[in-house]
């Protein structure tokens, strides 16, 4: 029999109807033996999700407000869960206990992770599953690194033939000191646990029904991606897809585990399969695109000829703790493409910086960019790929300010106005499609 990991996200424990959906999916199949639930998500679209109550109950108690508001809406949630699942155990105790500690701790984790904590022990009390707390045996270092030696403590905790249900979105540090993962840190959780469990399939399960190739808000009718390697979701995901934690595919990477994305509320539809390997009958697997990046362009007479140009460039932006996202070059120009998130609005004293220590013939500033990228491992086998993108662009009347093509052949990168993002996706997606009918 495979053995199956089952990680949940909020929006499929948002409510009693959801909880008692998730425990037939799991019910469904003796294999799904390993379960990762997240905290309940939003009921309605003016809802709120348990996390952000969480985190403003902390952000209230640490400056000394009173907090009763978001607590009540908490306590009320839970108290009802329990209620209409027949749970036992001491919710009031455990909020009680949560109130206590609430400004406690400077960092937010504690707080954050107790929505995960909660929702985890009334999801075993149901399934009459073993209850594993991430803070015993997912460990991270002290720099924030998860620790390796978390998949032989957490395998430890998981052996037997019984159910186990382990929460997402947090572990420990080497104190005890409770840590979490980034926000939609569940996904990477679940990836620990079927690493850790030695399962056959990571089943991924949330509100919708897989992968599409681009972002539906853009195209309504993009179509559903079948099958995606590890190494495709990585730069989808990056460049803002948004269906799977970014980090997620880490830990399934080495052991070859496969992720089947799949949706709660239409557990018969196939959803995608994320594979080391596949075969790509298509030359482009997805597009996704994102705003908010800014670009420094630098031009210098015979830069090719000065060495150690580029390192003091890198070395400039690792003095100023910035990290870069793309380089392009050509013989006497050198552009860099940063995250307006990284940069924090410091364009301008980094402008200046390059120019005191580079002395640059030119050097300027261009912020406002997104960058678009094409993916398919099926690209270096097509001939005519960058053609049909860049027509396609160019047809719409969308100008490239900037365009990379990774050396795996796997990507193309294009930059655009952060205005034309929407374009640039949609008549890529539609060049691409129409690619589909020609060949």
Known sequence: MSRVTCKFGGSSLADVACVRGVVDIIRADAGRRFVVPSAPGKR?????????????????????????????IIEERFLELARDLGVTFDIAAHLAEIAEKAGMYEAPDYMASRGEYLNGRLVAEVLGAEFVDPADCIRFRATGEL??????????????????????FYGALPDGTIKTFSRGGSDVTGSIVARASKSDLYENWTDVSGFRMTDPRIVPSAR?????????????????????????????????????????????????????????????????????????????TL?????????????????MNISWEHLPTGIDTMSIILRDDELKGRGEELLATLKKFLSPDVITLSPGLAMVATVGQGMNH???????????????????????QGSSEMNIIVGVEEKDLAAAVRVIYEAFEAWEGRH
Not at 152 to 163: E, I, N, S, T, V
Not at 306 to 314: M, S, T
Request: glycine share 10%; hydrophobic share 40%; with cysteine.
């Open 303 to 319: 830069m090719n000829r000065e060495k150690g140009f580029g390192r003091r460039v890198l070395t400039l932006l690792e003095e």
């Open 44 to 72: 309605d679209a003016g809802d709120k999700k348990v996390t952000d109550l969480l985190y403003a109950w902390h952000s209230l108690a640490l400056g000394g407000l009173d907090p009763a508001e978001p607590r009540r």
């Open 382 to 404: 097509h001939i005519g790929v960058a053609a049909t993108l860049t027509a396609a662009l160019a047809k719409a009347g969308v100008n490239i300010r900037v365009i990379d």
């Open 224 to 300: 559903r991606i079948e099958e995606v390697t590890y190494t495709e979701l990585r730069e989808l995901s990056y460049m803002g897809a948004t269906v799977l934690h970014e980090e997620a595919i880490f830990p399934l990477r080495e052991p070859g585990i496969p992720i089947h994305i799949r949706n709660t509320k239409a557990p018969s539809e196939p959803g995608t399969m994320i594979v080391a390997e596949r075969e790509a009958a298509r030359p482009v697997c997805g597009i996704a695109g994102r705003a908010g990046f800014t670009m420094i362009n630098i031009e210098k």
């Open 147 to 168: 620790d390796p030696a978390t998949y032989d403590l957490l395998g430890a905790r998981l052996q037997g033939d019984g159910l186990y249900v382990v929460p997402g």
